[in-house]
């Protein structure tokens, strides 16, 4: 077998079992022994990234590993390079594992649709996915290739469809802008290993669906559910309908702030039949934040089995906010670090 095909073969075979690095290895080795200057180099990084899963790497070799990244990590990406930015690339193991999605045009997509490379990533961020490429994106994550994705965050509502169908995919988490699905989303077919369920809101939506979304098939498999809210608000509403489902975890947490609105995420952490709540305040404004988690835990004493409250080092929270949060918690332990 000439260089080329034997190179191509192992290629496939890395692109056939993304997780094993054995043939990564030997793909890397025998660039490495090539004349091309841009298949050593190919080579190359591909090994320091393996080495990089095992061990710490020099100072020298990470300086080597970074100026090759930033020299050709767009250019190893081939027809999906029209589809993402450089920022938030990531390689792991010497091929891509993160990427997001920037606006293109469809044929941008069809180009890129059914590309091998795609099998080695693990994360996709769809925001800027659009509506004029939605059915391109629809019959994208519709291939086999990019069934072997674990998260999918920033799913708009024109792309939804796209789960709705039966197809082994191995999705774990599952992160949308809609707060609607589409007809046959909630059977749960189209994500089969879905645990984590996430909610990027825009507009203060209340929890209302809640009840109905875990008395569906996908939503009794959901483990872990995530809000991401606009700064200033903390969703007192989210954290007693979130205790009174079948999830493990929650996630409560503010979008970028660029308002300077002081604010809480929280999460909770199931304890028996209640939960651990855990709260981050990040005061960058005015004090808003602790009134509102009075009012998230009031009523709710009997779920919550413990309350840690974190603030920013040498932060004093007003005494009179604290104390009517420790009436609200009757018995329940307050932990203010």
């Known amino acids: 077998m000439n260089p080329s095909a034997q190179a191509n073969a192992l290629l496939h075979a890395v692109y056939m079992s993304p997780e094993d690095d054995a043939p990564r290895a030997v793909y890397a080795d025998l660039l490495a022994s090539q004349t091309d200057e841009a298949q050593r180099v190919r080579g190359e990084f591909i090994t320091l990234q393996l080495q990089k899963d095992k061990r710490r ?19 190893w990406l081939g027809p999906l390079s029209d589809l993402t930015f450089a920022k938030g690339l990531t390689y792991k193991r010497g091929f891509p594992e993160r990427l997001a999605l920037r606006h293109a045009t469809g044929e941008a997509y069809r180009r890129a649709a059914g590309d091998p490379a795609w099998r080695t990533l693990r994360w996709i961020n769809a925001q ?6 939605a059915g391109e994106f629809i019959s994208l994550v519709a291939d086999p290739a990019l069934f072997g994705l674990r998260e999918l965050v920033n799913v708009n509502a024109t792309i939804m469809p796209a789960f709705v169908s039966a197809a ?6 599952f992160v949308t802008t809609a707060s609607t699905f589409p007809d046959g989303f909630l059977d749960g077919e189209g994500l089969p290993r879905l645990h984590t369920f ?9 929890p209302d ?18 809000l991401s809210h606009p700064p200033g608000l903390i969703y007192r509403d989210w954290a007693p309908a979130l205790m009174k489902t079948n999830v493990e975890s929650f996630k409560v947490s503010a979008t970028r702030n660029r308002f300077r609105h002081s604010t809480f995420s929280y999460e909770g952490t199931r304890s028996g039949d209640g939960f651990r709540l855990k709260a981050t305040y990040v005061p960058l404004g005015a004090a808003i934040g602790f009134e509102r988690i009075v009012e998230m835990v009031t009523g709710q004493h009997a779920k919550i089995r413990s309350l840690e409250l974190k603030t920013p080092k040498g932060y004093v929270p007003d005494p009179a906010i604290l104390n009517a949060l420790k009436t609200a918690l009757k018995e329940t332990p307050l932990d203010v670090v």
Do not use: C, Y
């Open 168 to 173: 082994p995919r191995m999705l774990t988490r």
């Open 198 to 206: 996430g909610i990027q809101s825009t507009f203060g939506e209340k």
């Open 209 to 226: 669906w809640l009840p109905s979304f875990f008395r569906s098939r996908l939503g009794h498999r959901i483990k872990r559910f995530e």
């Open 57 to 75: 790497l020099t100072k020298a070799e990470k300086a080597r590993e970074i100026a090759l990244l930033r020299a050709n990590k767009m250019k």
């Open 128 to 133: 800027d996915t659009n509506v004029f490429s």
